[in-house]
């Protein structure tokens, strides 16, 4: 054994600990995030149906879950922010910011979430995304005006997200999430303005009628 023997051992030792240590908290982020994630997908899935009780319920149930894995990353940062945690607080954000939008109230910040600003962000244009849904129920129920307002909040966070000019390591991909948004603004945007036509045309026609 050379005279470093020792002190090479015990190197070994303490890293062998530190890895098991971030091993076992990223196992605790896999069994945390994957209920997580499918709790904020029925959040949403409520807000649809206007079951705003059971969205609350549920993203209750998936804060519980990612105040597990915060707890068990307290000591790994740089796990909190990747792989399956960093989705299901992009989701989380998604779910409570859907809520926002729809049911109304108070925007939580990131902070208020305890979910950083990457996973925040890219949740917030999912969620306005998930509007478009809103917007065509609404139109097809006749409420043009609560559409126009929805579509509005959709216009409002795409003109902040095309702001955001950082690259795609910083910001989780933002980029390309905001172009998925401005697709779906894009198409629904027709839809809102061929069904406010639609709509002045068929009032001209009983008027016309009318008279």
Known sequence: MTSHGDA????????????QAKHEAREVTLASSRP?????????????RGDFDAAREHIAEAQGRLAEAAAATEAH?????????????KEFAEANLTVAFVAGGPLPTPEELGVPVAPYLNGMAEAASEL??????????????????????????????????YPDAVTNGLRRTTDALRAVLERTRGDLTNAVIAARLQAAVEQTDAS
Request: one cysteine or more; proline letters at 3%.
């Open 8 to 19: 090479i051992a015990a190197v070994g030792d303490a890293s062998r600990r530190a890895l």
């Open 132 to 165: 478009r849904r809103q917007v065509l129920d609404l139109l097809r129920a006749g409420d043009s005006a609560r559409a126009e307002a929805l579509f509005v909040t959709m216009d409002d966070v795409y003109a902040l997200l095309v702001t955001v000019d």
């Open 77 to 89: 940062p740089d796990v909190r922010t990747t792989g399956p945690l960093a989705d299901a607080q």
């Open 36 to 48: 997580a994630i499918r709790s904020c997908a029925l959040a949403i899935r409520a807000v649809h």
